[in-house]
């Protein structure tokens, strides 16, 4: 006999599941990298997993094992005796996927790229720490091999470009060193002999060191890929024993000549104008307040102009201004500036060509930084400037934006020139 709510009401059936529902599978429980590779594959080839599930939960499993490196042991010879025979279980494994998909090529080429950059890493780890011990065992500990080896390993490139890397690095045909002693403008491509191997090593291995022993970035990634480069010695750099300041920038603008508190203030400058009875109506109100936030060197000349200062007021204005900023390298200036009709974009160049010499001075005699050359690479703009003095802005051996440095300011930084790259 039925219940009476059946007899009552039809009763519906509950749905039941079209498919049955697939736990995705987790990667920590693989035993071993080649049991991963051949399960996904097997899950992708039955439908279980789509090919996006499959390309992340692939990208798990790679960075799951890609344990600390080490010369000696690293993970997949502790895992399998005999690294041929892995390489090539495992590239059969991948080799099922269909290269053919056009939609899919290029991602499945990457992939097999990568497992098999992997697989290799032993072969490169062994090479790269023989040619890395060799070429730079008097400046680098043991620990630092491995670990520049591993940067230059993890290079954005193929693994046949890291073996042919390995015989630049041997030849020493990563860097263009003569570039770095001789002033100019250059394409960045130039100075890695338009190598894109090189490039991209480099650029692996821009940030390592940098703050470490004061060293900025850069320093030590050319001084690992030159025979003739080396971060010892005075300057941040020495290329062939010559002293080179490098100042390298990541964004668009350029660094600066000097730092605040090395010259005068803007308060102090104000105070000067204020002992010349001619000029202060030109910048200063009836209350005695300063009329312009910024004044810079080309604005402040034609103002001195126009103020109809004698010969020997000129003179001492220029002294008391240029020559409180930069010493005997403000010489020129002042004599330019104290003609009757001075010409502001004249005393402009040399005040900009002042502030550079007299940051070479500064530096070694402050901060004990001695350097020849000052060495400009910007990434951003792909351009390498070298400068050895003030003369090469001036007469246009180097070229960078135009500079007009401010005696007034809010900002401090904008009294020295800025090495902007155009």
Not at 206 to 228: C, D, F, N, T, V
């Amino acid at each position: 006999m039925k219940p009476w709510f059946v007899k009552e009401a039809d009763i519906i059936k509950f749905p039941e599941p079209e498919k049955k529902v697939i736990e995705l599978p987790n990667v920590q429980s693989y035993p071993d990298f080649l049991t991963g590779v051949k399960d996904l594959h097997s899950r992708k080839a039955k439908g279980e997993i789509s090919q996006d599930s499959h390309d992340r939960l692939y990208q798990d499993l790679i960075h799951r094992f890609m344990k600390k490196e080490s010369f000696e042991t690293p993970w997949f010879l502790r895992e399998y005796k005999n690294l041929n025979q892995a390489k090539q279980e495992i590239i059969q494994s991948v080799q099922a996927l269909d290269l053919q998909d056009q939609e899919n090529a290029k991602k499945n080429a990457e992939l097999l790229d990568q497992v098999y950059s992997i697989l290799k890493s032993s072969d490169t780890m062994s090479r790269l720490g023989g040619t890395i011990k060799n070429a730079l065992s008097d400046e680098y500990k043991e620990n630092e091999l491995v670990t520049i080896s591993e940067l230059i390993n993890s290079a954005k490139i193929q693994y046949k470009q890291k073996i042919d890397f390995l015989k630049n690095l041997q030849d020493d045909k990563c860097i263009a060193a003569d570039m770095l002693k001789t002033p100019g403008n250059y394409p960045i491509g130039d100075l890695f002999y338009n190598d894109e191997k090189n490039i991209a090593v480099f650029n692996s291995l821009l940030p390592y060191g940098a703050g470490a022993k004061q060293k900025g970035k850069g320093e030590h990634a050319l001084g690992i890929m030159s025979k003739r480069i080396t971060v010892k010695g005075a300057g941040d750099i020495s290329v062939d024993g010559v002293a080179t300041e490098l100042k390298v920038e990541t964004t668009t603008g350029g660094g600066r000549l000097g730092e605040p508190g090395a010259v005068p203030s803007s308060e102090q400058m104000k105070t000067i104008f204020g002992k010349y009875k001619k000029l202060v109506p030109m910048l200063f109100d009836q209350q005695g307040n300063f009329q312009k936030p910024r004044l810079n060197v080309s604005v402040f000349v034609s103002m001195a102009n126009q103020a109809k200062l004698t010969p020997s007021e000129k003179k001492k204005l220029g002294t008391d201004v240029f020559g409180s900023f930069w010493g005997q390298h403000a010489d020129p200036i002042i004599a330019e500036f104290s003609k009757a009709n001075a010409d502001p974009d004249k005393v402009r160049q040399l005040h900009v060509r002042a502030n550079f010499n007299w940051y070479k001075d500064w530096m070694a005699n402050t901060k004990g930084e001695a350097f020849v050359n000052l060495a400009v690479l910007s990434i951003a703009r792909k351009q390498l400037a070298v400068i050895s003095s003030g003369d090469d802005i001036v007469n246009g051996t180097v070229r960078i934006a135009k500079q007009n440095p401010y005696l007034v300011t809010p900002q401090p930084r904008e009294a020295f020139a800025q090495i902007n790259l155009k």
